[in-house]
Structure formats: C-alpha cells, structure tokens
C-alpha cells in the first residue's frame, strides 16, 4: 500500500545534539512538506520541496534544515539552534492538485531533555 | 496578515449533530479543507470545498461561503469515535495551506 512513513515515533534528543527525523513516501508525489504542531496551534510550516533538489522555507525556517536528493525522500534535521524543539512534526505530501490535499505520515514527537 | 479562526472546543452528545464553524481571511483562496486529527496521530482529509454551496459526504457535511470568508463542518449521528480535532485549512493564492488552531471536539454518550 502506498502511503508516507515518519520514524522514529518518539525521539529524545539532549540540549545541545543534533537530530534527524525521516520522512519517506511512495506515493509518487512530488510535494513534500514538514510542519511542527504545538498544543492550541495551528500547523506550522517549517519547509517544502516541490521538486528534487530544490526546497523552501516556510514560516518558522530557522534552527532547522532539510535536503531532498531524492524524490520519495525528506529528511529534517533540528539542529542546536534550535530554541524550543519540543513539538509534534509533521511530515507531508501532495501531488499538487489542489483538491487531492495533503497525505500525512503518523508523525515524530520530538522531546528535549 | 492571514488569519483562521475556529472555536477552541466543543461538546456535543452522542448521536446529535455539531456544526463547527469556520471564518478566514487570506491572501488570495484556491480552496478550502478540513481534516479530522485524533490525538497523537496524522491528520486524515474530509473534505475539499472551492465552490460555494454545501458538499455531503455520508455523515459529513461541508458548506463554503466565498464571500464571507466562512465555512462548516457538520458532523451527523455522533459517535464517540468521532472525538478529535477537526482542522480547517485554507489553500492561499501561492498554493500554501494555511491551518487553523483546529476545534477538539468531546462526544458525551
């Protein structure tokens, strides 16, 4: 069955570390988008790839980075620059036509010790 | 700036019928979304609204008014597993989703 895949499902990392949550789909979209989700807010956009080798930030860029060197691929990295880490992450995918929306993997959530 | 409001929480019981509302204000409108979120799991699609008028879709409803800036969501013959977050989201003039803070929504037997 197609569909996208985030792991790990929980992840601690401590102050200081880098991590790197994965994000993989074969739905052969060409889409792929990495939100933070905090309790009483909405989702958050981080960045998005619309195509391979090519990405863009989104509203909350900083402290993070990504890389897509291949189509089925989106990995996010949280760096330590990172101030508040601690979040629920998102990974997504869309093939662009608007009323398909977006597939969602079952998500990473994140914590700081 | 961009803008989605939707009531924080609700309660509704078993079996009744909700109606969550929706209003934004955004640059631009290519569509209109809601998705259902159970606690600690991904978002699943409902519906897609880009025309005005309301689209039924089994015990979900959705109604879209462009020029007010206003959608819902209908959810019929509650059930319990019907508790969760409904998510409304708006697709801006760049194609971005632009997400509400989402409404948890109780169902009481």
């Known amino acids: 069955d197609g569909g996208i895949t985030q792991s790990p499902k929980y992840l601690f990392r401590k102050e200081g570390q880098n991590v790197t949550l994965s994000c993989e789909q074969n739905?052969?979209?060409?889409?792929m988008y990495w939100y933070r989700q905090d309790p009483g807010q909405g989702l958050r956009l981080i960045y998005y790839?619309?195509?391979?080798?090519?990405?863009q930030k989104g509203d909350i860029a900083e402290g993070y980075s990504v890389s897509r060197e291949k189509k089925e691929s989106f990995p996010l990295t949280v760096t330590s620059a990172q101030k508040n880490p601690t979040a629920f992450y998102l990974c997504?995918?869309?093939?662009?036509?608007?009323?398909?929306?977006?597939?969602f993997g079952s998500g990473t959530r994140l914590t700081v010790v | 700036g961009q803008n989605i409001d939707q009531p924080t929480e609700m309660t509704a019981t078993e079996g009744a019928i909700v109606q969550i509302n929706c209003t934004y204000q955004t640059s631009g409108f290519n569509g209109l979304f809601w998705y259902q979120q159970h606690a600690g799991e991904a978002p699943t699609f409902l519906s897609y609204?880009?025309l005005d008028g309301l689209e039924e879709k089994g015990r979900f409803s959705s109604f879209l008014s462009r020029s007010k800036g206003y959608s819902y969501l209908l959810l019929k013959e509650l059930q319990m597993k019907d508790s969760a977050s409904y998510l409304c989201?708006?697709?801006?003039?760049?194609?971005?989703?632009?997400w509400g803070a989402g409404t948890k929504l109780i169902i009481k037997p």
């Open positions: 989201a708006v697709l801006d003039s760049n194609y971005q989703l632009i």
């Open positions: 790839s619309q195509i391979v080798n090519d990405f």
């Open positions: 609204n880009v």
């Open positions: 739905l052969n979209h060409d889409a």
């Open positions: 997504a995918s869309s093939k662009g036509a608007e009323a398909d929306g977006y597939t």
